[in-house]
């Protein structure tokens, strides 16, 4: 079993709703910058969710993922009606699994995880698009949550050689 190098050092309960609330705008302004898709509400809007999961766990992590794709949803137009409440619940669950990969067996797995967990929930789009839509969106949810992921796993090791807690 692999043990993270640094348990993260607790913080206050207004700290903690300060920070994914700070992280939440930041979803906000990645939620204007769309990832050109068949859905408009594919964009920079995770990166903030996935930073907050490997950085501060599974609570934080999960608020800012949902709240970053409703962010994005509504900037799209809600592209996909009520499903992206659904989404939002989704996006939560890929919070929480990236933070229980990240504590368990690093920053990568914890990533990759949740890239995995998004890529998968295009099946949620079938209801409003139909099964054949599924093959085109994918790509495109797999790239785009490759490259927030990315970006959270960047700012990450930033924090790390900071030693910011």
Partial sequence: MVYPTAMPAKIS???QIAEVAIFSAL???GA???IPSPIGSIA???FPGYFMAIWRGSWSGAT???????LSAFRAGLPLGHIHLAVALLMAGVGILTAILKKRLGVIVGLTGGVALNTIGGVLAVPV???G?????TPFLLVASIVNAAVAGIIYKAFEKL???
């Fill in 13 to 15: 309960r207004e700290r």
């Fill in 27 to 29: 979803s906000a302004v």
């Fill in 32 to 34: 204007m910058i769309p």
């Fill in 44 to 46: 920079l809007d995770s």
């Fill in 64 to 70: 800012v993922c949902a709240i970053g794709h409703l």
């Fill in 129 to 131: 698009y139909g099964w």
């Fill in 133 to 137: 839509f599924l093959p085109i969106i």
């Fill in 163 to 165: 030693k910011w807690s």
